[in-house]
């Protein structure tokens, strides 16, 4: 239950509700954690923009989405300009699935689908968690 008190705190936390809060977070596997910048994505609205049009990610940065209820279904990368790796995470923000995602341009994009519920998904770089050595059943601490 701690997990989800914290993630509560932390999205209180946001001083406007019409732009992209920046929030720190943990990602652990092990003894070890690595720090993360995210920007919050936790409306429709922001959902869907996610990451579109961006040129260029930061090496720790990344994007936080975060629904309400369980939700299905994957990810698109319709003018998406960067190669993404994206990580879906359950209610305790364990690890359950890692999928890379390539850019697309078409106007028929292909979708990257964990196969699984989640109630977060966290958006880095391509390659980001191997480098890191972030595998599934890892997990994500928001504070």
Same mark, same amino acid.
């Given at each position: ?40 994505? #936790? ?7 996610? /990451?579109?049009?961006?040129?260029? @990610?930061?090496? $720790?940065? +990344? ?43 078409? #106007? ?7 196969? /699984?519920?989640?109630?977060?998904? @966290?958006?880095? $770089?391509? +390659? ?16």
């Amino acid at each position: 239950m701690k997990p989800r008190f914290n993630l509560i705190g932390f999205l209180f936390r946001q001083k406007k509700a019409g732009r992209l809060q920046t929030k720190k977070i943990k990602v652990i596997s092990g003894n070890r954690s690595i720090k993360l910048t995210v920007q919050v994505a #936790d409306t429709p609205k922001k959902r869907e923009k996610g /990451l579109m049009f961006v040129e260029k @990610l930061p090496e $720790n940065e +990344g994007m936080l989405f975060v629904y309400p209820v369980k939700t299905y279904g994957g990810f698109w990368m319709k003018n998406t300009f960067i190669p993404l790796s994206i990580a879906f995470l359950n209610l305790d923000g364990k690890i359950q699935r890692i999928l890379d995602m390539e850019p697309c341009y078409e #106007d028929e994009c292909p979708t990257y689908d964990p196969e /699984l519920s989640y109630y977060y998904a @966290l958006e880095v $770089n391509l +390659g980001w968690f191997e480098k890191n050595q972030i595998k599934e059943g890892d997990s994500v601490q928001f504070y």
